[in-house]
Every structure is written in structure tokens, then in C-alpha cells.
């Protein structure tokens, strides 16, 4: 097919023919080397995540916020030189291990840490979990699902930056290649674009409890131990299978809104707890859960744990329990 050099590009970036996509297979093909330098130069935004009404109190100092509490987990399953096991995802570490994953050491200063909360909100919304043992009140109960949901709301928001990366990952290659990471590209950003307003509207309902005080409506289950948890996590998913292997929601229909059940493993006082959260409407969660009860306490922890591993980045292992890495 023949396109007019003056014609918008095919590729859908808005420029024209000959400023975009013309002549593509003859130019210099990104090397790895680039590509390692634009995954470092990708810049994470800083901001606080509350809602407007109480940006008021925020400070200029957005810090980096701890994913899951430093102060009791993280210390509680380190080794003597403060490491967790966590997994670094980066370009050089995916090409040098041909695209698996590994666990490595990573002092927990670094483990699980995000640019999403001014120094105040960090303190005043979070010292409930940070300094307080569990005593499971409504109040810590909020501040666990809070931030897991901030975090992945983080996570998600929007980068064009990265977009335009991959967009251009086609210099160089046949038109066929062209057309496959064009769309691979503009299956991605469907993809964030839908998780991130999926999330921030799930975020919206918290904001709104936050702001006017009151507690939401929501289910938690508990899973408690009388040591520390040697795995740490704080996230959110939509799961699309239960603990039995059944699925349960298609998360490929972008038209139904999937899911969420919020999760958090830590330890306080000496104690492991793992918590799952989850609005009280959001019944295929209440089965999935109903699935993890039934299963046999002997197999609870090992189905925890491959359930960890889907969500593995954000994944904090200790040291000392000699899990293999595979
Ligand atoms: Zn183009
Ligand atoms: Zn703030």
C-alpha cells in the first residue's frame, strides 16, 4: 500500500508519513546499549498521592515511601548486613539471565520503595502500621490498603516516556516488524491506560473515605502466625484464578470491570500476619478467598507463596529461609 509522504502515518502517532514511519527499515536500529540508557533515564514521578483536599498539609519533601514497613518487617527478616531477597528488575540483569528472573540481596533501605507520599502523609497516614503493633483496627486495617493501592496507582500512571521507547524499538526493522511492535506498543498502553483508571477510581472510593472520615465497607481474612512472615508483599491484583485453579474473571474483556483484592504480608511483634482486603461488593473475591480458606492448613503457605510470585517485583524474601531461586 502506498502512503502520501504529507498523510498522517499509519502507525496512529498523529505525525506526518515522512516525519514518522518513512524510510524506517533503513535507519539505525536501537542498541542494547541505548536501550539501557533510556530504562535509566525514564523518570519516576514524585508527588503525593492524597486526595486535593488535603494537599494543603502536604510538604515539599516527597520521600521515599516504604511499600511495606521497614521498621518491623523488613528488620524482622534481614540478615546481619540488613538484605532482604527481592527481585531487580532491570534491562542488564533480563539480557544477562536471557529473560528469567532471579532473587538477589538488596539492603532494605532500597526494598520496596516509592516516590508517592510527602514526608507529613507518609508519617500521619502510615505511623498507625510503622509504629504501632497490629492490633487490627479499622484504622491500620485502611492505612495497608491504602498504600498498596496508591503504590500500584503510582505504578501505573501514565509514562509517555516509556510509550515512545518501545514505539521507536521498530528503526531498522522489516515492515512486518514495524506493524507487530506498533501494535504490541498500542496493546500496552490499552493495557496500563485501563489498569490505571480501573485503579484510581477504586483509589477515589479510599480518597473519599479518607477525606470525610468514615470507614469504608470492606472484608478482611487474617492469616496469622507466631513468628515473623519470612516474605513481605503489599499489593493489589485483579485475580483471574482461584487457589483451585479455576478462573474466575477475563481480565482480557476490557469492557467488565475486573476485581481487586488488596494483600499484605508483614510481621509486629515478633508475629507473621498476611491480610486480605477487599470490598464487601466484589463477590468473585469473597470465592477466592472462599477457595484459599478450604485449602489444607499443611498447603497454605506454599499456595500463598506461588500466589506471591505472580506479583513478584514487589516481593521481599528473607534471607535466612533458604527458598530456592527458581
Ligand atoms: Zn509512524
Ligand atoms: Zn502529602
Known sequence: MKLGRNKNCWCGSGKKYKKCH???DQQKPISIGETHNAAKAIKSNRYCSVPK????????????AHTVSKSSTL?????????????????????????DIYL???????ASTFKGFCSYHDKSLFSCIEDEGFTKTNE?????????IC?????????????????????????????AIQSLANCFSLGTDTAFDELNDLKILFDDSLVSNTVL???????????????SVSSIVAPDVDFEGKKIQDLSNLKVVPEHVIFNSFSSDGNGYI????????????????TLIRQNVSNIFNALLRFFYCIREYLHISCLVGITNR
Not at 528488620?75 to 536471557?98: C, F, Q, R, Y
Not at 478482611?220 to 507466631?226: F, G, K, L, P, R
Not at 477487599?278 to 473475591?285: D, P, Q, R, V
Open 75 to 99: 528488620v524482622e527478616i534481614a540478615d546481619d548486613t540488613n538484605h532482604v531477597l527481592g527481585l531487580k528488575i532491570s534491562m542488564p540483569a533480563l539480557i544477562k539471565n536471557k529473560g
Open 53 to 64: 483536599a488535603l494537599k494543603n498539609k502536604c510538604t515539599n519533601k516527597v520521600i521515599n
Open 104 to 110: 538477589e540481596k538488596i539492603g532494605i533501605n532500597q
Open 217 to 231: 465497607d470492606m472484608c478482611h481474612v487474617i492469616i496469622s502466625s507466631n513468628s515473623p512472615c519470612p516474605v
Open 140 to 148: 491500620q486495617f485502611f492505612a495497608l490498603a491504602y498504600r498498596a
Open 275 to 290: 491480610v486480605f482486603s477487599w470490598l464487601k461488593t466484589s463477590l468473585i473475591i469473597t470465592g477466592f478467598i472462599e
Open 22 to 24: 518513512l524510510n524506517r
Open 151 to 179: 503504590k500500584e496507582v503510582y505504578a501505573k500512571s501514565p509514562n509517555t516516556e516509556i510509550l515512545d521507547f518501545i514505539k521507536s524499538a521498530d528503526k531498522g526493522k522489516s515492515i512486518i516488524s514495524q506493524l
